[in-house]
Antibody
Framework: QITLKESGPTLVKPTQTLTLTCTFS??????????VGWIRQPPGKALEWLAL???????RYSPSLKSRLTITKDTSKNQVVLTMTNMDPVDTATYYC???????????????WGQGTLVTVSS | ETTLTQSPAFMSATPGDKVNISCKAS??????MNWYQQKPGEAAIFIIQ???TLVPGIPPRFSGSGYGTDFTLTINNIESEDAAYYFC?????????FGGGTKVEIK
């Protein structure tokens, strides 16, 4: 059974750096074809993809946020960490992580999601 | 970047209705479209992959259609438990993009 859970601060101040951790179980990020992505949703707005890291440490970022994002993985801890620098009130959102699997000849992209964590940016 | 225009943003349905949700892509994305259901405070549920394939375990009243730029999620004989937020995702190209979402209310 695959599960993912996001954790991190609920409140950050403008200009601070946000660090979020996705802790997962039921799969390994050392398995070929597997990845974990981050997505966010501001209150009342649409979802926005942020970043994706693959088993081989290949990374993809949203072009509009690339300069502010870093995604890393710790395979031994079953964790993926997203950092976002220079936080602003417009970054207030629920942040989700999700599983990506293109192993075994088929692809299941974002087939499992965490429940999300709400991050508020305010002074 | 592929923009996904999802409509309607909100709809109200009566149990037993047939509901259609549209997602239009700004460029050809083949069948690289997924659909999801999300309820408040819960993890999103993967319901349709590759535009038309029902994810195992999802009730058959859900179906997906479309190819290229026009896609539709259909819920036949909608039930009260289907009240949720539905959204589409294109994974044809990076950056991955989502539709604006549809909130479905059951009367």
């Amino acid at each position: 059974q695959i599960t993912l859970k996001e954790s991190g601060p609920t409140l950050v101040k403008p200009t601070q750096t946000l660090t979020l951790t996705c802790t997962f179980s039921g799969f390994s990020l050392s398995t070929s074809g597997v990845g974990v992505g981050w997505i966010r949703q501001p209150p009342g707005k649409a979802l926005e993809w942020l970043a994706l890291i693959y088993w081989d440490d290949d990374k993809r970022y949203s072009p509009s946020l690339k300069s502010r994002l870093t995604i890393t993985k710790d395979t031994s801890k079953n964790q993926v960490v997203l950092t976002m620098t220079n936080m602003d009130p417009v970054d207030t959102a629920t942040y989700y992580c999700a599983h990506w699997d293109c192993s075994g000849g088929s692809c299941y992209r974002f087939d499992y999601w965490g429940q999300g964590t709400l991050v508020t940016v305010s002074s | 970047e592929t923009t996904l225009t999802q409509s309607p943003a909100f709809m109200s349905a009566t149990p037993g209705d047939k509901v259609n949700i549209s997602c239009k892509a700004s460029q050809d994305i083949d069948d690289d479209m997924n659909w999801y259901q999300q309820k408040p405070g819960e993890a999103a549920i993967f319901i349709i992959q590759e535009a038309t394939t029902l994810v195992p375990g999802i009730p058959p009243r859900f179906s997906g259609s479309g190819y290229g730029t026009d896609f539709t999620l259909t819920i036949n004989n909608i039930e009260s438990e289907d009240a949720a937020y539905y959204f589409c995702l294109q994974h044809d190209n990076f950056p991955l993009t989502f539709g604006g979402g549809t909130k479905v209310e059951i009367k």
